[in-house]
C-alpha cells in the first residue's frame, strides 16, 4: 500500500511529547485535570456532552476521486476542501504554543497490509487510547520523529469547536478525512473511538483495491488454528462472545481477510462494560480495574471504586485496554483462514431465532441488510423496539458501496468453505417489554456448539418466512426455544410480528436490488398470510 505522506502537520509546534510511556502519559493526564485513577489502576474520564460517535458530523472531503468511489449514501457527508483546509488551519493555530502529545504507530497486524499512522492529540489520555488501540512500534524500531513517514496523519483537537456557518458542518463537532492529503481533523467532541473508527473507514477505503476484505467484527480461533469471524452491531454481543477462555482472541472489531487469512486492524480493545460482571464476562470484566486501561464515562465512587451499573452519564460506557490484557490472545494478531462466520443480532422483536444456518446466499442478504435492533431507553426519543439497518454491520466505516464487500466476502467465503450462522442474542417469548432477552449462557452455549462442529449433521427445520435452518438441538440448550414462535403464548401474534419484520427487510434492501444476483435477492425473506 504505497501512500506515503510529507511530515508536514508537526511544524510550527514546539511543545511537543513524543511516543510517552504509559506512565509518563498517566502522569500527564492527571497533572493536566483530564482524569483520575481508579483503585485498581485503571484512568477513568468523562467525554462531556458526546459519548458515542456523532455520525452526523462525519465528512469526507469529496474531489475527483472520492466524487466517484464513495458511497455517499452509506452515512459519509461531503465536504468541500476549502472548508476542510479552513478546520484545519484552525486546528493549526490553536495548537500554537500549547502541549501536544505524539504517537506513531501502526494500523493492521499484517506488515503487507498495514498503514503507517501518526495520531497527534490535545489530551494525554486520548494520547493513551491511541497507545491502546493502534499496534505498536517496537521499542526498538521506533524512529525519530523526523525519520518516521505517516501514511495517515490524525489531528485531534476536541476542545476547538467548529462554528457551523463558517465551517460549514452540522454542529461544534466534525470528523472530517481527506483521503488525497491524508489526513483526518477531529474537533468538538471528546469521544475517543471517533480516532479509531476513522482509520478504520481509511483502511476499508484503501484494504479492498487489494483483494483484502475490511470486516467490522470480532474474531478468534480455535486450538486447531480454524478462526470464526463474529460481525455485529454494538451492544450484540460482538466482544463479549468472541472472549472465550477455550479460543484464542484475534481482535474485538475490526478485521482484514486476506490471501493468508485474518488479521486484526487494531492493538487493543474498546468494550462496552455497562453492567458488566465478573460472571458473565470474566476477561473483560479483569481489565476494568487495570493499569493502562481507560474508562471512558464509568461513574467512581467517592472510595475510587467502579460502579459499572450507573448509567448515569451514557448507556455506553466503554474501557480501552491492550490486547495483552486479554489471557489468551493471539500473538501478533493474525491467524487463519475462518471456518465459521456468525452474524449477530439482537432482535428485540422476539422473532429471530437464537441460532440459524445460512447458505452463502443468504449469508450475502443478511451481510448487506446489517439487521439489528434499538431498544427503549438506549438512545433519546425511542420509546419502543426500533429495526436498525446498517450495511455490512458497519455502514459508517465503510465508504465504498456494500457491493464492493459483499462480493468480497462472497468470494473467500466459496473459497474457504466457511460455515454462516445468524445468531440472536435478543429477545425470546415476545418482543421487549413482554419477552425475555437470551441469557449469555444460552448464547455462549450456542456459539460453542457451532464452532466445536456440534451441529455439524444436525436437523434443521425451515423458517417459513426467513427460509433459514433452525437446528433441531443445540447441546446445553432448552429445545423449546429454538423455535421462536414456539416460545410465544399467542402463535398468530408471532406471525404477525414475523411478517412486519420480514417487510421491514425487504423494504430496507430496496436501495441494494440494482446489481445484486438473482439468488441473492431470492434469499430474501417472504412474508406469509396470517389466519
Known amino acids: 500500500m504505497e501512500l506515503k505522506q510529507a511530515n508536514l502537520e508537526l511544524s510550527g509546534l514546539t511543545a511537543i511529547r513524543r511516543n510517552l510511556t504509559v506512565a509518563e502519559l498517566y502522569e500527564e493526564a492527571i497533572r493536566q485535570g483530564e482524569g483520575q485513577l481508579v483503585r485498581g489502576g485503571s484512568f477513568a474520564t468523562l467525554t462531556g456532552n458526546y459519548t458515542g460517535r456523532s455520525a452526523n458530523d462525519k465528512f469526507v472531503v469529496c474531489d475527483e476521486t472520492t466524487e466517484h468511489e464513495i458511497w455517499w ?10 472548508d476542510f483546509n479552513r478546520l484545519r488551519a484552525r486546528q493549526s493555530a490553536y495548537l500554537q504554543g500549547r502541549q501536544v502529545y505524539v504517537r506513531d504507530c501502526y494500523a493492521g497486524w499484517d506488515p503487507k497490509h498495514r498503514i503507517r499512522v501518526r495520531v497527534i492529540t490535545q489530551h494525554a489520555w486520548h494520547n493513551l487510547f491511541a497507545h491502546n488501540m493502534f499496534v505498536p512500534i517496537p521499542a526498538d524500531e521506533l524512529p525519530s520523529t523526523d525519520e518516521f513517514t505517516p501514511d495517515f496523519t490524525v489531528l485531534h483537537t476536541p476542545d476547538l469547536k467548529a462554528d457551523p456557518t463558517v465551517d460549514n458542518t452540522k454542529s461544534e463537532a466534525f470528523v472530517a478525512l481527506d483521503f488525497t492529503q491524508k489526513l483526518v481533523v477531529i474537533g468538538g467532541t471528546s469521544y475517543a473511538g471517533e480516532i479509531k473508527k476513522s482509520i478504520f473507514t481509511v483502511l476499508n477505503y484503501y484494504l479492498p483495491k487489494e483483494g483484502v476484505m475490511g470486516m467490522h467484527c470480532s474474531a478468534n480461533t480455535g486450538p ?23 479460543r484464542g482472541l484475534i481482535g474485538d472489531d475490526e478485521h482484514g481477510w486476506g490471501d493468508e487469512g485474518v488479521f486484526n486492524f487494531e492493538g487493543g480493545c474498546y468494550a462496552k462494560v455497562i453492567k458488566l460482571s465478573a460472571e458473565a464476562e470474566p476477561e473483560i470484566f479483569a481489565t476494568t480495574n487495570n493499569y493502562g486501561t481507560i474508562l471512558e464515562n464509568v461513574v467512581v465512587r467517592e472510595d475510587r471504586t467502579l460502579d459499572l451499573d450507573d448509567d448515569r452519564y451514557t448507556q455506553n460506557t466503554r474501557a480501552s485496554y491492550p490486547l495483552g490484557q486479554i489471557p489468551n490472545v493471539v500473538e501478533g494478531g493474525c491467524a487463519g483462514h475462518p471456518k465459521n462466520v456468525i452474524f449477530l443480532t439482537c432482535d428485540a422483536f422476539g422473532v429471530l431465532p437464537p441460532i440459524a444456518k445460512l447458505t452463502p446466499e443468504q449469508a450475502m442478504y443478511h451481510f448487506v441488510s446489517g439487521y439489528t435492533a434499538k431498544v427503549a431507553g438506549t438512545e433519546r426519543g425511542v420509546t419502543e423496539p426500533e429495526a436498525t439497518f446498517s450495511a455490512c454491520f458497519g455502514a459508517p466505516f465503510m465508504p ?12 473467500k467465503i466459496a473459497a474457504h468453505s466457511a460455515t454462516c450462522w445468524l445468531v440472536n442474542t435478543g429477545w425470546s417469548g415476545g418482543p421487549y417489554g413482554t419477552g425475555e432477552r ?5 448464547s455462549r452455549a450456542i456459539v460453542h456448539a457451532a464452532l466445536e462442529g456440534a451441529l455439524d449433521g444436525v436437523e434443521t427445520v425451515a423458517d417459513p418466512v426467513f427460509g433459514f435452518g433452525i437446528p433441531a438441538t443445540v447441546p446445553e440448550v432448552p429445545t423449546e426455544i429454538l423455535t421462536p414462535r414456539n416460545t410465544w403464548s399467542d402463535g398468530e401474534a408471532y406471525d404477525e410480528k414475523a411478517n412486519s419484520l420480514a417487510d421491514m427487510f425487504v423494504a430496507n434492501f430496496g436501495s441494494f436490488r440494482e446489481g445484486t444476483s438473482a439468488e441473492v435477492l431470492a434469499a430474501a425473506p417472504k412474508a406469509r398470510a396470517t389466519s
Open 73 to 82: 449514501e452509506g452515512g459519509a457527508h461531503r465536504l468541500e476542501r476549502a
Open 438 to 442: 437470551m441469557p449469555i449462557r444460552y
Open 400 to 411: 465504498l458501496h456494500p457491493g464492493t464487500y459483499a462480493k468480497l466476502l462472497g468470494e
Open 224 to 246: 486447531e488454528g480454524g478462526s470464526a469471524l463474529f460481525f455485529g452491531l454494538s451492544g450484540t454481543g460482538k466482544t463479549t462472545l468472541s472472549a472465550d477462555a477455550s
